[in-house]
C-alpha cells in the first residue's frame, strides 16, 4: 500500500510560479510511473503530466505543455510538479498518483493522494 501526501499549493498571480511535491511512503516508490492530475468544481479530472519509473520519460497534457515540468527524485521518494506562467484556468485541486504502467489514464492508477489545492487570480 503506498501513501502519497501533496505540498505545495497556494493562491498565486497569473504569470507566477509554484511547485508542487508528492511524497509517497509505505512502498517501492521507484517500481511506480507517477502522474500529476488535477480538478476544476464541477469538471471530470484531468490529466497532466506522467513520468516513468526511472525518470527518463515524461509526457505532458498539451494545455500545460512547456509552461508544466515533472521530475522526481527516487532517492528521496519524492515526485515533482514545476509549475511556470500560471494562468487562472490552470485552477485546481491537483492530485499525484502511482500507477504499475505508463498511462495517461485516471483508472489505469491504483494510488491517489489527497489533493492541494492550486489557485490562479487574474
Known amino acids: 500500500q503506498v501513501q502519497l501526501v501533496e505540498s505545495g499549493g497556494g493562491l498565486v498571480q497569473t504569470g507566477g510560479s509554484l511547485r508542487l511535491s508528492c511524497a509517497a511512503s509505505g512502498g517501492t516508490f521507484s517500481g511506480y510511473t507517477m502522474g500529476w492530475f488535477r480538478q476544476a468544481p464541477g469538471k471530470e479530472r484531468d490529466f497532466v503530466a506522467v513520468i516513468t519509473w526511472h525518470g527518463a520519460s515524461t509526457y505532458a497534457a498539451d494545455s500545460v505543455k512547456g509552461r508544466f515540468t515533472i521530475t522526481r527524485d527516487n532517492a528521496k521518494d519524492t515526485v515533482y510538479l514545476q509549475m511556470n506562467s500560471l494562468k487562472p484556468e490552470d485552477t485546481a485541486n491537483y492530485y499525484c498518483?502511482?500507477?504499475?504502467?505508463?498511462?495517461?489514464?485516471?483508472?489505469?492508477?491504483?494510488?491517489w493522494g489527497q489533493g492541494t489545492q492550486v489557485t490562479v487570480s487574474s
Open positions: 498518483a502511482a500507477a504499475r504502467r505508463h498511462s495517461t489514464y485516471p483508472a489505469d492508477y491504483d494510488y
